[in-house]
């Protein structure tokens, strides 16, 4: 990892809510140095094509975008995505095509048609006490990452699982159609090797930068500008003026984007014990689990 060799630190809280524009996603950014982190369009209701437009035409060079959803779905504990399913991929970026196929009519880059496809839906569990036969029972099945994650005492959650306000399956499939209209004009690592130069997309986990800005993991959702204050400067950042209520959502973006700009340069976090080329091509990887 060459000293600098990011120049710009983008966090991305996404959302994988019905509707066009939505309240759960916030975009911010920083420079290198110590100024606080800003929203990108304060105040806007972004849609997800409009995140996709962002990054491809407005995001600064040499940035590192972190994206607040899974980038793939547990593969290595069953030998397969969607085991039993003759069209079931054999790789993340084939997972991404297959979502956003079978997605193709759903407006918004929506995902409801692929958790109610006959043979997808027995992996998923739904709302209304669906749950299908593959799902696994308990908690659902987990990538390699996420076993990392626990390990470090975080709380992930299976992409599977769809019910309740933590859940990240939602936005991980909605992310999955942004990721395949990527058409590799931007890297995402690591099923995309770091490339020396240029901007790169990464999985984040908001509560790996929130417990490094010193939260614990039950406690790091911050809503007002005095905590998200104390974390930034835990972090080595300025903190973003302002007082009262901020949205959680906001603060997830802007301590998350402070603490890119710390850990992107860690050699160590590019290197995970257990990312394994196997592993980097189908279940990918969250950048920071190590």
């Not at 749950?131 to 599977?160: H, I, K, W």
């Not at 400067?233 to 973003?240: H, N, R, T």
Request: hydrophobic content about 40%; glycine content about 12%; some cysteine.
């Amino acid at each position: 990892m060459k000293p600098g060799r990011f120049r710009h630190f983008a966090a991305i809280d996404w959302s994988g809510a019905a509707g066009e524009r939505h309240h759960g996603i916030a975009v911010a950014l920083c420079s290198a140095g110590g100024d606080a982190p800003e929203l990108v369009r304060p105040g806007h209701r972004w849609s997800r094509p409009e995140v996709l437009d962002w990054l491809l035409t407005e995001l600064p060079d040499s940035s590192i975008v972190g994206f607040d959803m899974g980038i793939s779905l547990a593969h290595a504990d069953a030998g397969g995505f969607f085991p039993g399913w003759a069209e079931s991929p054999a790789t993340a970026r084939e997972l991404w095509a297959l979502v956003d196929r079978v997605c193709a009519a759903d407006t918004h880059l929506s995902a409801s048609s692929l958790v109610d496809h006959p043979e997808a839906a027995r992996h998923f569990r739904r709302h209304g006490g669906r749950e299908g036969d593959l799902f696994g029972g308990g908690r659902g099945r987990f990538r390699v990452t996420e076993r990392v994650q626990e390990a470090m005492g975080c709380r992930p959650y299976s992409n599977f699982n769809l019910v309740g306000a933590a859940q990240v399956g939602k936005s991980s499939l909605t992310g999955m159609r942004l990721l395949h209209r990527l058409e590799q004009r931007l890297p995402v690592w690591p099923i995309d090797p770091l490339p020396e130069t240029g901007s790169v997309v990464c999985e984040i986990y908001t509560t790996i930068a929130a417990r490094a800005a010193g939260r614990r993991t039950g406690a790091s959702k911050i809503r007002d500008y005095a905590d998200l204050g104390a974390a930034l400067i835990a972090l080595g950042s300025e903190p973003v003026a302002g007082t009262g209520a901020i949205t959680d959502h906001a603060a997830d973006a802007l301590i998350t984007a402070a603490w890119l700009r710390q850990a992107a340069h860690d050699p160590a976090l590019w290197s995970p014990y257990g990312l394994t080329p196997e592993i980097a091509q189908t279940e990918g990887w969250t950048f920071g689990a190590a």
